[in-house]
């Protein structure tokens, strides 16, 4: 009975975050094998025209289908948000597992780094490299990833120094076991309860730079559609069909809703103490 309860006190919020990242992901699955019409193709006689059967979205002011856009949209939001936080991740890791063991000068010179970084905006920065390296995904993959990355290097540092002195961890190191397997085996599996929450929320909020940068001119470039540059094209008709803008846009925030929806979760379920309540 009380797994019951803890069962329906905990569940909204992963049940409603995981049905709106369903219904995105669901849309990147199918962009690979079926999409409505052309998303390139334009014509006169489609030019703005409001959702009909035919078009359920819509058109923009080329002609194109909007759902069809929409759901390739998708594609480069998803993957440039996943491939970002996973080198954000690795960089936290090797980052702040190095401060954490190694500790003095070291610890001191890698954080002072990291909140040198973490002082400027991370769109800027990501502005900044991408305009450096040059525009395209994989700009803003690295971009984004290594912006990212420090906030992760600090929760991995903290999550080390508080393990460092437990039992367990003491007893490793008594019967010689090597770091990297120290780090791998015992110490990273105890970061999860702090790191799996900031990991969901840093997928949302990639996803937002993602769509900021294209919303710029700076991120996905047309002709390939991503949802900021759609959001873009479409800011200029948002009066006269609001469509254009409505359904990208809710595509977005489903996604980065959901995704806060299942940090949430993710943080009532294991709680501060990073144990299960």
């Known amino acids: 009975m009380r797994n019951i309860i803890r069962y329906h006190r905990h569940s909204p919020y992963l ?15 199918i962009s690979f094998f079926y999409l409505p019409h052309d998303p390139y193709a334009t014509g006169i006689a489609t030019k703005l ?14 002609g194109r289908d909007v759902l069809s856009r929409v759901i390739l949209g998708t594609r480069p939001t998803v993957l440039i948000s996943l491939s970002g936080i996973l080198i954000a991740l690795v960089l936290g890791l090797i980052i702040g597992s190095i401060a954490g063991r190694v500790g003095g000068l070291i610890d001191n010179l890698l954080m002072l780094l990291s909140d040198s970084i973490m002082a400027f905006p991370g769109i800027l920065l990501a502005l900044v490299f991408v305009a450096v390296i040059g525009r395209g ?9 290594i912006v990212f990355a420090p906030s992760y290097a600090r929760i991995v540092r903290s999550g080390i120094r ?20 120290l780090l791998v085996v015992h110490l990273f599996p105890g970061l999860l309860p702090q790191l799996l929450p900031a990991l969901v929320v840093g997928i949302a909020n990639m996803a937002l730079a993602e769509a900021a940068l ?8 047309i002709p390939l559609p991503s949802l900021g540059n759609m959001l873009m094209e479409g800011q200029s008709y948002i009066t006269s069909a609001p469509w ?3 359904f990208p846009s809710l595509f977005l925030v489903m996604y980065v809703l959901g995704l806060y929806f299942i940090s949430e979760g993710i943080r009532i379920k294991y709680g501060s103490g990073g144990t299960e309540k």
């Not at 393990?163 to 008594?174: G, H, M, P, Q, V």
């Open 15 to 29: 049940i409603v975050g995981s049905f709106f990242v369903g219904i995105v992901l669901f849309a990147v699955l």
């Open 49 to 62: 025209i409001a959702p009909e059967f035919e078009h359920p979205f819509g058109c923009d002011h080329e």
């Open 137 to 145: 995904m994989l700009s803003i993959i690295l971009g984004l990833g």
């Open 162 to 181: 508080q393990l460092n002195n437990r039992e367990y961890i003491l007893l490793a190191r008594l019967i010689g076991v090597k770091t990297p397997r």
């Open 214 to 221: 294209s919303y710029l001119g700076q991120g996905v470039q």
């Open 244 to 246: 254009t803008v409505i």
